[in-house]
């Protein structure tokens, strides 16, 4: 159903006020373009949102009564991009390398690193990421929340858990209460080998039942990397919330994934074509090698063909996730537009970030809709994305929980 609000509004959730508001005006703030998608599959027209508090309060068709605060002209104006899938800790170092543990950077200038990378994704239209994960991003999500680093909303799984064939599925429960103990919004679980090692099995059917029970039991989300058919199965057989990548997803693990409710996060070409344009330097580190540049390359065109049997399965569950890492920060939007190129509607690749997305995280009645009661999280790009979507990245305009950090003159 939709909710065209018109008028006020729902009961404010108060999970996602921001705190304080440092500096912020106290009078509603409008927002005006001629343009406006509600994030919900809705191509409003021209319309005027209210913004209080840092939520929206109203959305009124037409234009305002007195001029908006932020007049955004044609701009197409939707709800702020929820990225599933970034790693904001991947970062090239002082050499121009890709950063690794023994590569000399001090934990301060490996900070420093992560919040350009995060203020990067901000103000490429960005406003929520989901981070599978690292420790690190704790401290993170903490001062995102607060408002006073410019950076987006963050939800993580802290470390991720990488079982191998004999870990016992005690050892894996256990691990899984640990994350929750440790604050984890949600579980990242390894299943498959990395695509450059040819993407196999590396977990049991059992112990894929035991780390998503365990965390369904707990009500923890879980997202699963799994490239190889039997991995992506096993993920959906097992309960598990979403799947990561998925290259080799066939037509029957799709139809699962429909039947099951199954979340669906492939990545298609942001990912690939960053390592392979950043080459020189991830190469020779870990399994960055001729081998696996090679399995890069040629896992974008199956990506790509198995993108457009996973759009055209009724009820896959698709969501927006880049699996952003070096390089790759603030470009999130340049998946889109392969998404779309590869046979997803532009409608429905936008709805796949926003109300989707939100819906993935389990935030669908606080972010990811141009609605009365939502967090002001707006992103307007220049042109539009209906119709050409490489309009996705040219993002002009972007504000998140009422504030405005980015507003350029088209
Ligand atoms: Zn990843």
């Given at each position: 159903m939709r909710r065209l609000a018109l008028a006020l509004l729902v009961a404010p959730s108060l999970a996602l006020a921001q705190r304080g508001g440092r500096g912020g005006p106290p009078q509603p703030i409008t927002v005006h373009s001629t343009h406006v998608l509600d994030g919900r599959g809705a191509d409003l027209g021209e319309a005027t949102i209210t913004v209080e508090n840092g939520k929206i309060s109203r959305v009124d068709r037409g234009a305002p009564a007195t001029p908006a605060t932020y007049e955004l002209g044609s701009a197409t104006v939707m709800p702020g991009i929820?990225?599933?899938?970034?790693?904001?800790?991947?970062?090239?170092?002082?050499?121009?390398?890709?950063?690794?543990?023994?590569?000399?950077?001090?934990?301060?200038?490996?900070?420093?690193?992560?919040?350009?990378?995060?203020?990067?994704?901000?103000?490429?239209?960005?406003?929520?990421?989901?981070?599978?994960?690292?420790?690190?991003?704790?401290?993170?999500?903490?001062?995102?929340?607060?408002?006073?680093?410019?950076?987006?909303?963050?939800?993580?799984?802290?470390?991720?858990?990488?079982?191998?064939?004999?870990?016992?599925?005690?050892?894996?429960?256990?691990?899984?209460?640990?994350?929750?103990?440790?604050?984890?919004?949600?579980?990242?679980?390894?299943?498959?080998?990395?695509?450059?090692?040819?993407?196999?099995?590396t977990v049991t059917a059992a112990q894929m039942n035991a780390l998503c029970g365990e965390a369904n039991a707990l009500g923890l989300r879980t997202i699963v990397h799994a490239h190889s058919s039997e991995s992506v199965r096993m993920s959906i057989l097992a309960g598990c919330t979403q799947i990561e990548h998925g290259v080799f997803t066939t037509d029957a693990d799709l139809k699962l994934m429909a039947e099951k409710g199954t979340y669906f996060d492939p990545q298609i070409c942001l990912v690939f074509q960053n390592y392979l344009d950043n080459r020189a330097k991830y190469e020779g580190i870990g399994n960055f090698n001729e081998v696996g540049f090679k399995s890069l390359q040629d896992a974008m065109p199956l990506a790509a063909a198995m993108y457009a049997r996973a759009v055209k399965t009724p009820g896959v569950k698709i969501v927006f996730g880049t699996d952003a890492v070096a390089g790759a920060h603030g470009h999130n939007l340049d998946e889109m537009v392969c998404?779309?190129?590869?046979?997803q509607t532009p409608m429905?690749?936008?709805?796949?970030?926003?109300?989707?997305?939100?819906?993935?995280?389990?935030?669908?009645?606080?972010?990811?809709?141009?609605?009365?009661?939502?967090?002001?999280?707006?992103?307007?790009?220049?042109?539009?994305?209906?119709?050409?979507?490489?309009?996705?990245?040219?993002?002009?305009?972007?504000?998140?929980?009422?504030?405005?950090?980015?507003?350029?003159?088209?």
């Open positions: 929820i990225d599933a899938h970034v790693h904001l800790n991947w970062y090239f170092n002082r050499q121009g390398r890709y950063h690794s543990g023994n590569d000399g950077d001090t934990p301060a200038q490996s900070l420093l690193a992560y919040l350009e990378n995060g203020h990067a994704t901000l103000l490429g239209g960005v406003t929520t990421i989901q981070s599978p994960g690292a420790a690190i991003d704790s401290l993170m999500r903490e001062w995102y929340a607060a408002g006073t680093l410019p950076g987006p909303r963050m939800l993580t799984s802290l470390n991720p858990i990488s079982p191998n064939l004999t870990t016992p599925d005690s050892v894996l429960r256990a691990q899984v209460r640990q994350r929750k103990a440790q604050g984890a919004d949600l579980i990242k679980i390894f299943a498959s080998a990395s695509i450059r090692e040819g993407g196999t099995p998404r779309v190129k590869a046979g429905d690749a936008i709805v796949s970030a926003t109300s989707r997305g939100a819906e993935a995280l389990r935030l669908g009645n606080e972010i990811g809709s141009i609605l009365p009661g939502y967090a002001a999280d707006l992103v307007a790009v220049t042109g539009n994305p209906l119709n050409d979507i490489t309009s996705m990245k040219r993002v002009q305009f972007v504000m998140r929980g009422g504030r405005v950090y980015r507003n350029d003159k088209p």
